[in-house]
């Protein structure tokens, strides 16, 4: 649920009315506790059963099995029941250990979601994955944990660097791409907007970007929770970018990664003559409003090569690259050529130019 | 399902019908390794798609997150798919840590059960529990997670040391004593039989043995697999061996810290008047046969009442003390003064004595 005044508000009853006196350990990532952290404290000490509030330094380099230890750690010594409650407050990492320590907590704990950050609202809290990262694989050890519930606030968004704004942006295009054209038209016209306001202005767009984003995931995930089946249209930019964000050792933040992996897929459906060059023509203008990248030394084809048998193990021998055909159409190619990869290159490299 | 060969004999199809030449990592335990390697190793080799198989020297001093880690380790370098299947062979806790590997292992993938040990096959492989011991609490991190199925063979118990069996049959008690009348009086007639012969004779009353106590814990938890209902006939025994069993340092096995919980728990129930004295006596009586302790330096009324707080956090506030009314009949109890302990205590040593 989005709410209309601050989530931490003492006279905001939504968080209180959700987590219902229930005892909870607040698990908050330490940006977000220097910024709110009074307001959150102030309302965790009057409005909730808090047993303990953690802060948390997120970073991708964090998102460990011993960071999901110290958490657990953190609330057995707090002494959070089994029918406890873990409440996240911060970005994707953050939310996603804490899921996956919940998943795990006493073979299982409810835990609620606080996105503070655009990822973090529009595509981490939309799903039940939880996980950390393990032998240099993104998201190895977790579980589907389905949460008690969210609340966005985009108050939170102000204080976003600009690099979170992009990598948020990245994975509001995602979906706007492949599954809502009005969406995708709605960043054409106002992506600069969000971007150089951090969501604030003009408030209606903002509003409807979110909730936008996050109906088109709802939709599109809601059928296949579980994954069962593996040809998911949402892993649109993230096939390439799971190699990358290591591979980088997550210097590329998670958006920028999925942004790069979405354009040499577009670049790779042009060259295939499944998509229109006008297409990769518009996301390049739209990554140049909103400060995504449309290089970077990883992206060659040798490297990007790589990243392809551990997703095709992933994905149970089918490769699934999910490319764009028009706005709101993809589909999958379960190979990739060398030759053709040279080629998408080079048309990413010229349409960037342009 | 009990396989009427040895489940690793060549000519065996059932094994190889269960996991369908789906891609499979092995862990058994190292004593099972070095009584049946060879077999297993044949099996997997000629019968199974094995892409490796781990030891692993099973304790409950073993039974910890790295443990779990390195299971997951192996099984991420031999390539195990997400739609492989973990296949654990051991006691309980093989089984119970591949359980909880497999439940986090790329979010949660598939496990099959083959245990080797009488508490294994009539307990463990009964329930969908999966965990390993944390911060000096047993299985406080894991997952309930359904096992793809399993295979009982009650030959693995021939090469079992004795305390493992008296272990085993402790748990058949507890089964027999609230949930089977039947069951129990199987065991005394045929109790210090099934000791001696480690299982392998009278035959059909092995198998009888083993067929009542796993149908009786299925029909017992079966309408309550997760939980949601605290009040359980089967954590008969399983509140002050809980603590038992850390605070021994694990020297107790499980099998035996129930049974010293039954005892006092069976003793607390005379005392108040809800049971028989005449139970306690049989009770007593099946211990002797079968060599469990009737007493231990630990229980004592002031260890015992340290066992109570943390179980009722557990449990939700709600002691739940599972005492025995008479055969196939048991009742809660929700509060434990330290005089009702003195007595049952005393209770236990004199008919201890006879």
């Not at 009057?46 to 330094?57: D, H, N, Y």
Request: proline share 5%; aromatic share 8%; with cysteine.
């Amino acid at each position: 649920m989005h709410v209309s005044q601050p989530v931490f508000e003492l006279a905001n009853d939504a968080l209180a009315d959700k987590l219902q006196n229930r005892k909870i350990v607040v698990v908050v990532d330490s940006t977000v506790d220097a910024l709110y952290g009074e307001m959150l404290r102030a309302y965790a000490s009057q409005r909730l059963e808090c047993v303990g509030i953690k802060t948390f330094a997120a970073s991708e380099h964090m998102k460990t099995l011993e960071s999901l230890q110290d958490v657990v750690t953190f609330a057995a010594e707090a002494g959070l029941p089994r029918k406890g409650i873990f409440v996240a407050v911060g970005g994707g990492v953050t939310l996603d250990i804490v899921g996956a320590a919940a998943a795990m907590y006493r073979r299982g704990t409810e835990f609620f979601r606080i996105p503070t950050t655009v990822v973090g609202a529009v595509d981490v809290s939309v799903g039940i994955k939880q996980g950390v990262n393990f032998g240099g694989k993104k998201n190895f050890l977790g579980a589907f944990h389905v949460p008690l519930g969210g609340i966005n606030d985009p108050r939170f968004f102000a204080s976003l660097p600009r690099r979170e704004l992009s990598a948020g942006l990245a994975e509001i295009i995602k979906v706007g791409l492949l599954l809502d054209p009005s969406l995708f038209e709605l960043l054409e016209r106002h992506g600069e907007d969000l971007f150089t306001t951090a969501f604030q202005a003009p408030q209606s767009v903002a509003l409807e970007t979110m909730m936008r984003a996050e109906l088109a995931m709802m939709r599109e995930l809601q059928p296949n929770l579980w994954e069962h089946d593996l040809r998911r249209l949402v892993d649109f930019g993230h096939t390439f970018s799971s190699w990358l964000e290591p591979a980088s050792a997550y210097a590329l933040p998670h958006g920028h990664a999925v942004a790069l992996d979405m354009l040499v897929s577009t670049a790779l459906a042009v060259e295939a003559r499944l998509c229109s060059y006008e297409l990769l023509r518009r996301l390049v203008a739209m990554y140049r409003a909103v400060e995504l990248p449309l290089e970077h030394p990883l992206v060659r084809t040798s490297s990007l090569l790589e990243a392809l048998a551990p997703m095709r193990l992933h994905r149970e021998g089918a490769l699934n690259l999910v490319v764009p055909v028009e706005l709101g159409l993809g589909t999958y190619l379960q190979d990739v050529e060398p030759e053709q990869l040279d080629r998408a290159l080079r048309l990413v490299a010229r349409v960037g130019v342009r």
